[in-house]
């Protein structure tokens, strides 16, 4: 999910420029997003269907926060403590302070219905782990990293068994969706 230093911009590159198709994002710090027609598909369709985000505390620090207002609406944290300087007037993120479970009741409240984008490995592990998990939506990029932040390193309930995917190939990524099979 991210190079040995936490980034992930190459792994995100079809993000910003693997085709004609402009997609621009909202949130605070609003982005022209150039992506072949097939991903802004993707793209476009799974933010329609979020309400919320749930995220790691990495993940917040690695955005910057998102300038305060996520894109996908507002973004709960999971974290041991608030950062200095948070929370910001105005902002949409807010942080859980008191357990997974919480995280996930806050952030599908405020989803209103919709459901909740979840970034981040560790968030995304406590959450199979926990076996709070609906669907996995992963973009597999063109590009082979070789060591740093990997998805599903921390897993302890394994065997996790997907149901059939979605597939959609776009330029320098596949768009891979699977509904999670509950235990």
Request: hydrophobic share 40%; proline share 4%; no cysteine.
């Amino acid at each position: 999910m991210a190079d040995q230093d936490g980034h992930v911009s190459e792994v995100m590159g079809w993000y910003m420029d693997s085709g004609d198709t402009e997609v621009r994002t909202g949130g605070s710090d609003p982005m022209a997003l150039h992506m072949s027609e097939a991903s802004a598909r993707q793209y476009q369709e799974l933010v329609s269907r979020l309400g919320s985000v749930l995220t790691g505390r990495r993940t917040f620090e690695t955005a910057g926060g998102w300038g305060g207002n996520h894109a996908w609406g507002p973004a709960f944290v999971l974290t041991h403590r608030i950062p200095e300087g948070w929370p910001k007037p105005e902002s949409t993120v807010y942080f859980v302070t008191d357990g997974l479970e919480s995280a996930v009741e806050k952030a599908k409240a405020a989803a209103g219905g919709k459901s909740v984008g979840v970034h981040g490995a560790d968030t995304i592990q406590q959450l199979l782990n926990a076996g709070l998990f609906d669907e996995l939506q992963i973009d597999v990029a063109a590009i082979v990293l070789g060591a740093g932040v990997r998805l599903f390193d921390h897993l302890n309930r394994l065997p996790l068994t997907l149901g059939n995917p979605t597939v959609a190939a776009g330029t320098g990524v596949t768009h891979l969706r699977y509904p999670v099979r509950k235990a």
